[in-house]
């Protein structure tokens, strides 16, 4: 079965860091582009940043761009987003979704919740 | 990048049809047929439903339907049963290599 268990979140201060990690099991993991997408509460989805399978290609959403990096060790199947510069406006449910040869998440993980307030 | 625009809400009854729009640009929706839609249950992930415009995945009920017109998308659900509840969203691939997603349509079946 194919399954995403993200973790890392919690409660940080406006400023602060946080790395938040993506445990993949069930699939090669190393064959396939990775994305991170959060839901702040109660609002919609929004994209962060997508890696390639060997991390050739990285993106970012303007939001984040210059404050998160994304990255991703296949020899442990896991993904990383590492949050920087943290602001109120990054609180959300953060998840991990598997992409595929053609743009599309699938599947998702349960996400982890990240909270900046001071 | 501007999010895709999807209506708030859209309701029918059991056994109707409804359709969802989602609207975006020649950089994004018009531009790719790398269209998706999500849905999403109260407390839940997201799951896939509509890829690349018009394909669903395995398992997914032949209900759920997708296509593209230019600048907008659509996701059309027949047979409307109480279980598909639930707020959709669209993405789609962008002209910057990257992912836009629409407002979320929250589907009410009366």
């Known amino acids: 079965e194919v399954q995403l268990v993200e973790s890392g979140g919690g409660l940080v201060k406006p400023g602060g860091s946080l790395r938040l990690s993506c445990a993949a099991s069930?699939?090669?993991?190393?064959?396939?582009?990775m994305n991170w997408v959060r839901q702040a509460p109660g609002k919609g989805l929004e994209w962060v940043s997508s890696?390639?399978?060997?991390?050739?290609?990285?993106y970012y959403a303007d939001s984040v761009k210059g404050r998160f990096t994304i990255s991703r060790d296949n020899a442990k199947n896991s993904l990383y987003l590492q949050m920087n510069s943290l602001r109120a406006g990054d609180t959300a449910l953060y998840y991990c979704?598997?992409?595929?040869?053609?743009?599309?998440?699938?599947?998702w993980g349960q996400g982890t919740l990240v909270t900046v307030s001071s | 990048q501007s999010a895709l625009t999807q209506p708030a809400s859209v309701s029918g009854s059991p056994g109707q049809s409804i359709t969802i729009s989602c609207t975006g640009t020649?950089?994004?929706?018009?531009?790719?047929?790398?269209v998706s839609w999500y849905q999403q249950h109260p407390g839940k992930a997201p799951k896939l439903m509509i890829y690349?415009?018009?394909n669903r995945p395995s398992g997914v009920s032949n209900r759920f339907s997708g296509s593209k017109s230019d600048n907008t998308a659509s996701l059309t659900i027949s047979g409307l049963q109480a279980e598909d509840e639930a707020d959709y969203y669209c993405s789609s691939y962008t002209s910057r290599s990257t992912v836009v997603f629409g407002g979320g349509t929250k589907l009410t079946v009366l």
């Open positions: 690349e415009v018009n």
């Open positions: 069930g699939f090669t993991f190393s064959s396939y582009s």
């Open positions: 020649s950089g994004d929706v018009g531009g790719y047929n790398y």
């Open positions: 979704a598997r992409d595929s040869v053609t743009p599309r998440f699938d599947p």
């Open positions: 890696i390639s399978s060997n991390s050739n290609y990285i």
